[in-house]
């Protein structure tokens, strides 16, 4: 039974957006994006208070910025 229980509530966890943090936080004074995971200073002070839209709208970005 306990297991059954675990199962149920682990199904309902919903699993966060994971950080695009490489330990590499150094910001580029170029273009104002961390040259490891290329958020800008703002995303990364938000990242934990953002919802999930909008840390999916912030994933959305980085590839883009990689090239910069």
């Not at 149920?8 to 580029?28: F, G, L, Q, S, Y």
């Amino acid at each position: 039974r306990t297991d059954s229980l675990i199962h149920t509530m682990a199904c309902r966890i919903k699993p966060e957006i994971e950080t695009p943090c490489v330990n590499i936080c150094r910001m580029d004074a170029e273009n104002h994006y961390c040259i490891g995971c290329f958020r800008t200073l703002e995303e990364i002070k938000n990242w934990s208070q953002m919802t999930d839209a909008e840390r999916t709208a912030v994933m959305a970005q980085l590839e883009s910025r990689t090239g910069v």
